[in-house]
């Protein structure tokens, strides 16, 4: 799919193509001179939309990634705080103007990257959720005890091979169990700090436009390194998640 140019944003803007009609219909009806002059008023306002670095990032901006439907009340209410703290950053970003909004803009970009990565994240922690629901340790348990009483009792030695090679199953699938419970926890814990450092970027967006150029072309780079820390974290994280779900097979 074609990334559109900040020129064709321009022009589809609403009130430019409102302007754009009115001119052709004003033009045909009225008086011949107002569809020229309304053109102009139309190619103007395109012009000027096209300048503006909001229109710009959104031009460059691939176009979104269908999100998972998160059906977990947990998961949803943490990503529903982080899309809103998102959007109040690009907005924040998008008012800035000039220069410090060039400046503010792609760490806008970097906080929508960590919203896709958190949806990702959380349909994981989504999976894991429902699979820890399906499963009772206690019958895991008691089906371990069981065995162990069989094996106590068994003389015959292919017998006993077939027991033990059962109760390491067994066994195996109890610790997953367990290290996926651990896997919730991080996943929320992950999620918590996505969004108070999203908030933290918010409160940063809203003090930089208050300063100097200088000073906000440092501030910023700060800001964005540790954006990008975080993501390279969240994406080390789900490739440890991946790998914990296909051995558990609640993938």
Do not use: C, H
């Not at 140019?5 to 321009?10: D, E, G, H, T, Y």
């Not at 400046?103 to 959720?129: F, H, S, W």
């Amino acid at each position: 799919m074609n990334v559109p140019s900040p020129w064709m944003l321009a022009a589809r803007q609403p009130l430019a193509v409102v302007v754009a009609v009115v001119a052709v219909i004003a033009g045909l009806t009225v008086a011949l001179w107002l569809l020229p002059l309304g053109l102009l008023a139309y190619l103007l306002m395109v012009v000027l939309a096209a300048r503006d670095p909001a229109l710009a990032a959104q031009a460059r901006r691939p176009p979104p990634t269908p999100r998972p439907r998160l059906t977990s009340p947990t998961f949803r209410v943490q990503i529903e705080a982080i899309e809103r703290t998102q959007r109040e950053i690009a907005r924040s970003a998008a008012q800035a103007g000039g220069p410090l909004s060039r400046l503010l803009l792609p760490i806008a970009d970097q906080g929508r990257e960590l919203v896709e990565e958190a949806y990702t994240l959380a349909e994981k922690g989504q999976i894991i959720e429902r699979y820890l629901a399906s499963v009772d340790r206690r019958v895991i348990e008691k089906d371990i005890s069981g065995i162990d009483a069989q094996i106590r009792t068994t003389q015959d030695q292919y017998t006993l091979a077939q027991l033990q090679e059962t109760r390491r199953s067994r066994i195996e699938k109890l610790e997953n169990v367990r290290d996926l419970d651990t896997y919730i926890g991080r996943i929320n814990a992950q999620l918590q700090n996505i969004g108070a450092s999203l908030d933290n970027v918010l409160a940063e967006t809203v003090r930089l436009r208050t300063a100097d150029a200088a000073s906000a072309d440092s501030a910023t780079s700060q800001v964005a390194r540790r954006l990008a820390d975080l993501k390279a974290d969240m994406d080390a994280f789900q490739a440890v998640l991946d790998t914990a779900l296909t051995q558990s097979g609640a993938a």
